[in-house]
């Protein structure tokens, strides 16, 4: 299940975290990769220890917390800190998929990537290439989104980033481990919050047959979660 969601960032908390980012050391985007990844990475990272990165991923975790969207299609557990990357001169990542599994280095903070996220920083107006491109089911979808929104996609997915020939593409990464594990399951749960969501602005959240398929929703996902 791929999903954008629109809007994390205003165009104010973008431009707060450009300004904090931007003036931030950038090193090689290898710092973070497995064997196999940094075969295929040509990019530029912030510094995963750095001032700057904790602060600008503390923006987007409260921006996450913010997003009804993103709790309900995501249903998070852990939220690895995110990380910042920048692509230009024609970089790019070839085809990829994450681990499984991501540690964060000097701690014990680990979780399983059920889903990842990329939140796109830069207008795309301002850089040429640099689409995310991922495969799924039904051929490749190819995102570059507006400075601010989303996408989250199953971190199992083959994907790439297209070079960037023009500009810069900045933009924040980072994995999710879900109380679902299962991703059938959590489309399920997805469809029917979005269900119910929108039955009860019609009829009002105290209508019978809403609070029935709210009880319907928390039974499967006490069914289904791990937490």
Sequence with gaps: MLIAISDVLDAGGVARLRALIDAAEWIDGNATSGPQSALAKRNQQLAEESAAAREAGNIVLDA?????????????????????????????????????????????????????????????DSYDGGELVIEGQFGEQSVKLPAGHMVLYPASSLHRVSPVTRGARIASFFWIQSMVRDEGARRILFELDQSVQSIGQDRGQDDAEVIRLTGVYHNLLRRWADV
């Design 64 to 124: 996450l917390a913010r997003s009804p969207l993103f709790v309900a299609a995501a249903l998070p557990l852990k939220v690895y800190p995110p990380l910042f990357n920048r692509y230009e001169g024609g970089e790019t990542f070839g085809q990829h998929v994450d681990n499984a599994v991501r540690i964060r280095r000097g701690s014990d903070f680990r979780i399983r990537s059920d889903l990842s996220a990329t939140l796109f920083l830069a207008d795309p």
